[in-house]
T-cell receptor
């Protein structure tokens, strides 16, 4: 059974129309991450939550916001999507400690912007 | 300087043969972890194998093994007995320090397995 679940798998939005992507986890992990991955590139970290503490990467555009209402759920809000925001968005989770500290990923949401 | 370098954009291998995917890393932190992930065309990132900087032995997970050469700062992934389902993008990643921290990914290597 999937432990990190992303909905929807495919999302189409219009230029400038706000969109929300969701991620849920059954692992009870403290840390949740959002990555953006464009075609043939490595995933790029946008931000992450350590419990309720929000950590934004320095080069993440202001257009991207996130919410984590509880341990299980995390949302990525794109306030005014541009054509350049079309990408795969990956959610991941990990425990706060431990040597291995593996990040487990969801199946991703592929976003298209028309 | 790049922290994770994967020099092979693409690799080809025949079914049942072994293949090595290269990864070199750069860090001054004595405590770090190295990860390999597989990403099929469906998009999901699948964790394959982990090597800690203090681990004495090379990590193995089924058909996957990690050739860890600490002095050379390399962590190559070896896939034995390749299968058609191994065709995917493979990413090497590093976590610096202990506990949770963010991952730095390499650019990836596309592996194609032919019959």
């Amino acid at each position: 059974d999937a432990m990190v679940i992303q909905n929807p798998r495919y999302q189409v939005t219009q230029f400038g129309k706000p969109v929300t992507l969701s991620c849920s986890q059954t692992l009870n992990h403290n840390v949740m991450y959002w990555y953006q991955q464009k075609s043939s590139q490595a995933p790029k970290l946008l931000f992450h939550y350590y419990d309720k503490d929000f950590n934004n990467e320095a080069d993440t555009p202001d257009n991207f916001q996130s919410r984590r209402p509880n341990t299980s759920f995390c949302f990525l809000d794109i306030r005014s999507p541009g054509l350049g925001d079309a990408a795969m968005y990956l959610c991941a989770t990990s425990r706060e400690s431990g040597m291995r500290n593996i990040q487990y990923f969801g199946a991703g949401t592929r976003l298209s912007v028309l | 300087a790049q922290k994770i370098t994967q020099t092979q954009p693409g690799m080809f291998v025949q079914e049942k043969e072994a293949v090595t995917l290269d990864c070199t890393y750069d860090t001054s932190d004595p405590s770090y972890g190295l990860f390999w992930y597989k990403q099929p065309s469906s998009g999901e990132m699948i964790f394959l194998i982990y090597q800690g900087s203090y681990d004495q032995q090379n990590a193995t997970e089924g058909r996957y093994s990690l050739n860890f050469q600490k002095a050379r700062k390399s962590a190559n992934l070896v896939i034995s007995a390749s299968q058609l389902g191994d065709s995917a993008m493979y990413f090497c990643a590093m976590r610096e320090g202990q506990g949770y921290s963010t991952l730095t990914f390499g650019k990836g290597t596309m592996l194609l397995v032919s019959p």
